[in-house]
């Protein structure tokens, strides 16, 4: 079967909302333009824009949980972002220049008994994944439906923050691959490592509110807890909806 490219995500505030796209332009060794360029910094960070840093210093799903219902939309001539959630109106601001007017538009959705949201942070050239080094993730649309027939139910597959989904793999196919290289498009990745998950992906990402147990699940039913596959770019190159995928 066919390995192809589902979906193309990319996330311009870390944690705060994803953007689709059809089509995209990847470096070496760089992450997906404008993913993660951003991330929202809570009161007890330790991030100064200097160097990357690890995902506790900054305000995500993992601890509140209506963040995973942001939706955004990024204006790359003028560097403004639009957020979209159910519950509040739409925001377009400029996370360099108006981190105020974006901190009291999201503290509703805050938890009070967490840490609250304080600033914005970028570091230039580096995009604030989960990983040190410059990474993007891969996701399988037949992984997520095999933990979905654990619950009975369909699983966003929104609630993964992937870069790329994968469509006609088998379920956990992804994981053979560690220390192989694939090309998608013109580009070609280094799969390096699974993705242990957060308890952010436990959320509808439709409404941010708590659903599904996939952590207990995937402990349960697949011994891990594990989705995904991080890659990096080894060759430069566009790809797309619907490309196919090679393994080299």
Same mark, same amino acid.
């Given at each position: 079967?066919?390995?192809?490219?589902?979906?193309?995500?990319?996330?311009?505030?870390?944690?705060?909302? #994803?953007? %689709?796209?059809?089509?995209?332009?990847?470096?070496?060794?760089?992450?997906?333009? &404008?993913?993660?360029?951003?991330?929202?910094?809570?009161?007890?960070?330790?991030?100064?824009?200097? $160097?990357?840093?690890?995902?506790?210093?900054?305000?995500?799903?993992?601890?509140? %949980?209506?963040?995973?219902?942001?939706?955004?939309?990024?204006?790359?001539?003028?560097?403004?972002?639009?957020?979209?959630?159910?519950?509040? &109106?739409?925001?377009?601001?400029?996370?360099?220049?108006?981190?105020?007017?974006?901190?009291?538009?999201?503290?509703?959705?805050?938890?009070?008994?967490?840490?609250?949201?304080?600033?914005?942070? +970028?570091?230039?050239?580096?995009?604030?994944?989960?990983?040190?080094?410059?990474? *993007?993730?891969? =996701?399988?649309?037949?992984?997520?439906?095999?933990?979905?027939?654990?619950?009975?139910?369909?699983?966003?597959?929104? #609630?993964?923050?992937?870069?790329?989904?994968?469509?006609?793999?088998?379920?956990? !196919?992804?994981?053979?691959? *560690?220390? !192989?290289?694939?090309? *998608?498009?013109?580009? $070609?990745? $280094?799969?390096?490592? #699974?993705?242990?998950?957060?308890?952010?992906?436990?959320?509808?990402?439709?409404?941010?509110?708590?659903?599904?147990?996939?952590? +207990?699940?995937?402990?349960?039913?697949?011994?891990?807890?594990?989705?995904?596959?991080?890659?990096? =770019?080894? +060759?430069?190159?566009? *790809?797309?909806?619907?490309?196919? =995928?090679?393994?080299?």
């Amino acid at each position: 079967m066919t390995i192809s490219v589902a979906a193309l995500w990319r996330h311009p505030i870390k944690a705060h909302g #994803r953007e %689709p796209l059809q089509r995209v332009a990847l470096e070496v060794g760089k992450c997906m333009p &404008w993913d993660r360029h951003w991330a929202v910094t809570h009161e007890a960070t330790k991030a100064d824009g200097s $160097e990357w840093v690890r995902c506790i210093n900054f305000s995500r799903g993992a601890s509140a %949980p209506q963040l995973m219902a942001l939706t955004a939309r990024l204006n790359e001539a003028d560097k403004t972002v639009t957020l979209s959630h159910p519950d509040l &109106w739409d925001l377009t601001f400029d996370p360099d220049a108006d981190a105020a007017k974006f901190l009291e538009w999201v503290r509703p959705i805050m938890p009070p008994q967490k840490r609250q949201s304080v600033g914005i942070v +970028k570091v230039p050239g580096v995009g604030l994944t989960d990983s040190s080094w410059p990474s *993007i993730s891969i =996701v399988n649309l037949a992984s997520n439906a095999a933990l979905g027939e654990t619950f009975g139910t369909s699983l966003d597959m929104d #609630r993964w923050r992937g870069n790329i989904h994968l469509d006609g793999l088998q379920p956990w !196919q992804e994981f053979d691959w *560690i220390g !192989q290289t694939i090309r *998608i498009g013109t580009a $070609e990745f $280094e799969i390096r490592e #699974r993705i242990e998950r957060c308890s952010a992906t436990t959320v509808d990402p439709a409404t941010g509110n708590y659903d599904w147990d996939t952590l +207990k699940h995937l402990r349960d039913h697949f011994g891990h807890k594990d989705f995904g596959v991080k890659a990096y =770019v080894i +060759k430069a190159g566009e *790809i797309a909806r619907g490309d196919t =995928v090679e393994v080299l």
